[in-house]
């Protein structure tokens, strides 16, 4: 942590200035940074700063460098970390993983909340990283059916002696397809795992607030 400015170069020429005199911050350079991560034969330059705190805050930020240092992703992560970026289809090019930390305390503490996985891939055509989860459904299939599983054992054993515990158990699974843009798939699951007599309520409220999510994307 440090009030500091990160110069990058590339040879001699100054590509990007990081930071400010007023912030303290911990900068980080991605190891992948001077690759072309994105495919635009371009490298790029793959930053993550952290402003402290016990959960807070990550921001993550890549720049494809060609005559000048170009955003082509950058985004508040939170809660979740700097992220990760990995080849989730094998076509060369690398999708950026995060989560959604906005259902943090809303219905019970932080380690028993739930935060759906989010994902971000290279759109050529618009020159930048964009919301494409639902694109990947197929590689939370198998945590899906985990997170469900364990969500029917926690709620046989423990449901009813806290609805705000059992709604962030039936929201794991939940939110994870309602993230992938199978909304009404999300919605059949969580009426089918809750009991609380406010089920209608809860529906309602998840449902609007997964819509207005600047993370969620419909299919």
Request: proline share 3%; net charge negative; hydrophobic share 35%.
């Amino acid at each position: 942590m440090c009030e500091c400015l990160t110069i990058v170069y590339a040879a001699d020429r100054k590509v990007l200035t990081l930071g400010a005199a007023d912030q303290i911050s911990a900068i980080s350079i991605d190891a992948a940074s001077g690759k072309d991560i994105n495919g635009d034969r371009l490298p790029d330059l793959v930053v993550s700063t952290w402003s402290g705190g016990a959960h807070c805050c990550y921001s993550t930020a890549v720049y494809s460098v060609g005559n000048e240092a170009r955003s082509i992703l950058s985004l508040d992560t939170g809660n979740c970390g700097p992220g990760q970026f990995s080849d989730l289809d094998n076509d060369g090019t690398l999708e950026f993983s995060t989560c959604d930390d906005s259902w943090g305390y809303a219905y019970c503490s932080f380690a028993e909340s739930p935060f759906p996985n989010v994902v971000f891939a290279y759109d050529a055509a618009q020159r930048a990283y964009r919301l494409a989860t639902p694109k990947y459904a197929a590689r939370f299939r198998d945590e899906i059916a985990n997170q469900t599983a364990e969500a029917r054992k926690r709620l046989a054993a423990d449901g009813g002696k806290d609805l705000g515990v059992d709604k962030c158990t039936v929201l794991q699974p939940a939110l994870s397809v309602m993230f992938l843009g199978q909304m009404d798939e999300g919605r059949k699951l969580l009426r089918d795992l809750y009991r609380g007599a406010d089920l209608d309520e809860f529906e309602k409220e998840t449902v609007e607030r997964v819509r207005k999510s600047g993370l969620w994307v419909a299919r």
